[in-house]
């Protein structure tokens, strides 16, 4: 079992940066695939950058270049830096993880660029 919890989102204007935490609890996450995925008013949720438990990334076009995932098991917490944000990166903003069938999301946390 594992359990999720966001942090780190807020109002920021355009060019700004924030940092998002995922807090994991359960001694199976440093084995999982985090990902971090958005959802804006309307849209469906999508990935936005994910890593695997030996520190591989992958990220969506959008946000290539801006935005950084990272991991410390020792912590049990995975990172994404936003730099750079547009309004368009306005959504909420969930973890995930992945442990073979299993598939655990976090409650969200708001993200809001102002222009």
């Known amino acids: 079992q594992v359990q999720l919890v966001e942090s780190g989102g807020g109002l920021v204007q355009a060019g700004g940066s924030l940092r998002l935490s995922c807090a994991a609890s359960?001694?199976?996450?440093?084995?999982?695939?985090v990902g971090w995925y958005r959802q804006a008013p309307g849209k469906q949720r999508v990935l936005v950058a994910g890593?695997?438990?030996?520190?591989?990334?992958n990220y969506a076009d959008s946000v290539k270049g801006r935005f950084t995932i990272s991991r410390d098991n020792a912590k049990n917490t995975v990172y994404l830096e936003m730099n750079s944000l547009k309004p368009e990166d306005t959504a909420v903003y969930y973890c995930?993880?992945?442990?073979?069938?299993?598939?655990?999301w976090g409650q969200g946390t708001q993200v809001t660029v102002s222009s």
């Open positions: 890593i695997t438990s030996t520190g591989n990334t």
């Open positions: 995930n993880c992945l442990y073979g069938p299993y598939n655990y």
């Open positions: 359960g001694s199976i996450f440093r084995l999982t695939y």
